[in-house]
Nanobody
Framework: QVQFVESGGDLVQPGGSLRLSCAASGFNLDYYAIGWFRQVPGKEREGVSCISSSDGSTVYEDSVKGRFTISRDNAKNTVYLQMNSLKPEDTAVYSC?????????????????????WGQGTQVTVSS
C-alpha cells in the first residue's frame, strides 16, 4: 500500500523551529518530486515547498522563502521540511504528497493538483 506518514508537528512559540518528516512506504520515493503543503480550515490547500527527484531543484512559496528548507534522503525514503523563524500565520496542518506529472519542479509552482498519495498530515501550531 502506497502511503506517506508525516510527523514532527507541534506547538511552538513564534520565532521557534520545527523539522517535519515525510516517510514513504509502499514505493520508492526517489523517483518522485515531493511537495509539502498546508491547509487551514476553510481555506484551499497551499503549496509550501517542493523538491525534484531528477535535478535536486526546489521551489518555495514566497512567504516561507529564507525560513523553510526542504530536503530529501532517498536512502531513508524520507523528505524533510526544516522550518525556522516560525510565525503564527504558519499554523496549519502540513501534508506531503508525490508529483505524478513531473520529476523536476524547476520553474513551476507547487500546485497541489499535480500531487497524490496524500498523508494524514501533522499539525503545526505557532502561538505564544
Amino acid at each position: 500500500q502506497v502511503q506517506f506518514v508525516e510527523s514532527g508537528g507541534d506547538l511552538v512559540q513564534p520565532g521557534g523551529s520545527l523539522r517535519l518528516s515525510c516517510a514513504a512506504s509502499g514505493f520508492n520515493l526517489d523517483y518522485y518530486a515531493i511537495g509539502w503543503f498546508r491547509q487551514v480550515p476553510g481555506k484551499e490547500r497551499e503549496g509550501v515547498s517542493c523538491i525534484s527527484s531528477s535535478d535536486g531543484s526546489t521551489v518555495y512559496e514566497d512567504s516561507v522563502k529564507g525560513r523553510f528548507t526542504i530536503s530529501r534522503d532517498n536512502a531513508k525514503n524520507t523528505v524533510y521540511l526544516q522550518m525556522n523563524s516560525l510565525k503564527p500565520e504558519d499554523t496549519a496542518v502540513y501534508s506531503c504528497a508525490a508529483n505524478l506529472l513531473r520529476r523536476s519542479v524547476a520553474g513551476t509552482k507547487c500546485d497541489h493538483y499535480e500531487y497524490d498519495y496524500w498523508g494524514q498530515g501533522t499539525q503545526v501550531t505557532v502561538s505564544s
